[in-house]
């Protein structure tokens, strides 16, 4: 994982009226009932998928990706999909650019996140981490082989883990080089014949008028701060997933080889396809 990525043109305040006010209130009370509703659900199914089925999830994954749907409805925000399903064994990259893309990605299909082990410890996103079947992993290399044999179990349940090679957000304009490290995990012997994965694509446009960084979240921004400037927003702009062909995992010698190829793919459409 990085230290969070910063600009050094910091993004320009925005005035919320009394009628933005009202619209965080109005939606912030519907998210937040339809958010932890569907988390109180999740955990009570959980009571019992825990104990039957053990790692594997075979009911909850769907609640986790209702709830995400229905975020966006609530928001006003359009998600756009395009490309095909990952069908196979294997995992899903993106770039990143925003809390809400978490919600996005989820809504698209059953994954779950790899994420810094500091967010399991952050208050209401850190509960619906855990309870979603996230993966935390610490920036210490004494514990890389307990986490590369988490990450073998996971996969080999036919987990489709999500993680974002950049290592941290950034401001929805541009895509920063993916670190290699967590590639090496579908390179063990048990994996590296059956992994495939998929390079996504996550492109922000925002609202007509607005900064086109509006839904970025980086460097010292607060996540109330900008969860409250996206319920304010009127007319919301809208989020595009471009799910692009995935690669087998022995097609390349070397994590860093795979790293660049998705990347490669990533920043394409990215650059093509943003506005």
């Keep these: 994982m990085s230290p969070t990525w910063d600009s050094t043109d910091p993004a320009p305040a925005v ?26 659900l999740l955990l009570l199914i959980r009571l019992i998928e825990r104990p039957v089925f053990g790692v594997d999830r075979p009911v909850t994954p769907y609640i986790t990706q209702a709830v ?31 809390w809400l893309d978490i919600f996005a990605l989820n809504a698209r299909k059953n994954v779950y996140f790899v994420s810094k082990s500091e967010v399991a ?12 079947g996230t993966v935390f992993i610490r920036r210490d290399r ?15 349940h036919g987990h489709r883990l999500l993680f974002f090679p950049e290592g941290t957000s950034t401001d929805t304009l541009r895509v920063l080089p993916f670190k290699p490290t967590l590639f090496a995990a579908f390179f ?11 390079p996504v694509t ?17 460097g ?25 062909t995935p690669v087998r995992v022995d097609d390349f010698p070397n994590r860093k080889s795979l790293a660049r190829y998705l990347e490669t793919q990533v920043r394409a459409a990215h650059t093509r396809l943003a506005e």
Aim: proline share 6%; net charge positive; glycine share 12%.
């Design 68 to 98: 995400c749907r229905s975020a966006f409805v609530i928001i006003g925000m359009p998600l756009l999909v395009r490309g095909p399903r990952l069908r196979v064994p294997g995992a899903v990259v993106a770039n990143h650019s925003s």
């Design 15 to 40: 005035k919320i009226s009394i009628f933005g006010w009202a619209r965080v209130v109005m939606r912030g009370a519907i998210l937040g009932t339809v958010t932890f509703g569907g988390l109180g």
């Design 202 to 218: 996550v492109i922000y446009h925002p609202p007509d008028g607005n900064d086109p960084r509006f839904y970025g979240w980086w």
């Design 188 to 198: 063990s012997e048990p994996l590296v014949h059956a992994m495939h994965i998929q």
């Design 142 to 156: 004494k514990e890389t082989v307990s986490q590369l044999a988490v990450f073998e179990e996971r996969l080999t």
């Design 121 to 132: 410890d952050w208050p209401g996103i850190g509960w619906l981490a855990k309870a979603t």
């Design 220 to 244: 010292e921004m607060g996540f109330g701060e900008h969860l409250v400037r996206v319920l304010a927003q009127r007319r919301q702009g809208k989020v595009e997933l471009v799910y692009h």
